[in-house]
């Protein structure tokens, strides 16, 4: 690891252009280094620091290991890839974009559960009635588990959603949800529900520094330059 601040960004897709919107807005234009298709870029105007474009999970897994100082990412893929995420790493700034709720969703047609106790409490006889377990699909697996903890529900098994999860209950795949959502339309067109205290985790883009990065002091200067301009 060299003395440069090394920041991690999203690569592609609407979080790169918000991130990018963001930054440059702040005065931290980014620009790639050697080929558009590269990976490698800088801040126009700011030495000392290194721009890595990476996944958007993938930030979260650079600042566990220490691989970056900085990075910009949904809280609910901190939060998700990095069980001790508040020991690993601390969210610096909000950034006002990227927000999505993470939600416990079932199926409209279950009235009378509106709750994750009434989930709970409804358990035993589903499992007597369909001689298994509730069937939870998400990508999500370490939220919905700390989550489903706290709230006391434990009769139930997690499918893990390769693909569009708010299908899988129609498709018989999963019988409920955890999954993130921005308006619920998507939720109600394929028939579910959130659930009343179904809310997880109301996440959004943050700026998040790695506790387990070695901080130079020219590192330690452009986080707070960087970070004073995002306030600004």
């Not at 721009?51 to 650079?62: D, K, L, P, T």
């Not at 690993?88 to 927000?99: I, S």
């Amino acid at each position: 690891m060299t003395d440069n601040l090394i920041l991690a960004v999203p690569s592609k897709g609407r979080l790169m252009e918000q991130t990018a919107a963001a930054l440059a807005k702040a005065g931290l234009a980014l620009r790639k280094t050697g080929s558009e298709r590269g990976y490698r870029g800088e801040i126009e105007g700011l030495e000392g620091v290194e721009v890595a474009f990476v996944s958007s999970s993938e930030i979260a897994h650079y600042l566990k290991s220490g691989q970056a100082h900085l990075g910009i990412t949904g809280e609910d893929l901190i939060r998700e890839h990095i069980v001790d995420a508040d020991e690993r790493v601390e969210l610096l700034a909000p950034l006002g974009f990227g927000h999505a709720d993470v939600v416990v969703a079932v199926p409209r047609c279950w009235i009378d559960i509106r709750s994750m106790a009434s989930l709970q409490a409804m358990a035993p006889a589903f499992r007597r009635a369909h001689e298994r377990r509730l069937r939870v699909a998400t990508k999500y697996t370490n939220l919905t588990r700390k989550f489903f903890q706290s709230k006391g529900v434990s009769d139930y098994r997690i499918v893990e959603s390769l693909g569009a999860t708010e299908g899988t209950p129609a498709s018989g795949a999963a019988d409920l949800i955890v999954d993130i959502t921005t308006t619920g339309a998507t939720l109600e067109a394929n028939g579910l529900k959130v659930l009343d205290d179904g809310v997880i985790l109301r996440s959004e883009a943050n700026l998040v520094a790695s506790r387990r990065v070695d901080w130079s002091p020219a590192a330690r200067a452009a986080r707070h330059h960087i970070l004073a301009q995002l306030r600004s």
